[in-house]
Each structure stands twice: as structure tokens, then as C-alpha cells.
Nanobody, 129 residues
Framework: QVQLVESGGGLVQAGGSLRLSCAASGRLFSIHDMGWFRQAPGKEREFVAAITRSGGTTYYADSVKGRFTISRDNAKNTVYLQMNNLTPEDTAVYYC??????????????????????WGQGTQVVVSS
């Protein structure tokens, strides 16, 4: 069982930056791939980024590529999402998620919500114009 707690959300002006954190419980964090999703008002939850358990491979949605960076610190049981050059279209609740440790994310599966078994409660990001 993995429990995930996001933090770092808030209000920022367009063009600004935020860094989200996701703290995971348990000493087996390092054996889970991790992902970030977001849900804007009135829209479905969508994939943002994912990272493999070693941190060696990352995946990004086209809409955030070049602006967002996912990383992890296995010693701190934490995954991060650095968000730069934010736009109002990035306004959403951001969720951290983890698949079961027996599931390895791929470039196809990382974007599917059903690939993930554990979800955080989310952190709100609002980007003003």
C-alpha cells in the first residue's frame, strides 16, 4: 500500500513557476514508477508526466513538454513536478499517482489512468493571466 500526499500548489501569474511535491509513505517508494495527472474545471483528468522507478526515463504530455520537469528523490520518498512558463491553461488540480510495483510504465501505458493504483488527494494550481 502506498499513500501519496501532494503539496506546492497555489496561485501564480502567467509566466511564473511552481514546484509540486508528492510525498509517499512506505519504505518501498523506490520500486514504484510515478506519474502526475491534472484535472481542469469541467474537463477530464489528463496525463502530465511520468518517471520510472530509477528516474532514468521520463514521459511528458505534449502540452507540457519543454516547460515541465518530473524528477524524484528516492531517499526522500518524493517525486517532484517543476512547472515553468505557466499559462492559464495549466490551471487544474494536480494529482500524484503510482502503479503497483509489479507494473512497469511504458510510453503508452503511462498516460492511462487505469495504469495507476494509488492516487493522492490533489493540489490546486491557479494561473492568472
Amino acid at each position: 500500500q502506498v499513500q501519496l500526499v501532494e503539496s506546492g500548489g497555489g496561485l501564480v501569474q502567467a509566466g511564473g513557476s511552481l514546484r509540486l511535491s508528492c510525498a509517499a509513505s512506505g519504505r518501498l517508494f523506490s520500486i514504484h514508477d510515478m506519474g502526475w495527472f491534472r484535472q481542469a474545471p469541467g474537463k477530464e483528468r489528463e496525463f502530465v508526466a511520468a518517471i520510472t522507478r530509477s528516474g532514468g526515463t521520463t514521459y511528458y504530455a505534449d502540452s507540457v513538454k519543454g516547460r515541465f520537469t518530473i524528477s524524484r528523490d528516492n531517499a526522500k520518498n518524493t517525486v517532484y513536478l517543476q512547472m515553468n512558463n505557466l499559462t492559464p491553461e495549466d490551471t487544474a488540480v494536480y494529482y500524484c499517482a503510482a502503479p503497483d510495483f509489479r507494473r512497469f510504465l511504458s510510453s503508452n501505458s503511462c498516460a492511462r489512468q487505469m495504469s495507476y493504483d494509488y492516487w493522492g488527494q490533489g493540489t490546486q494550481v491557479v494561473v492568472s493571466s
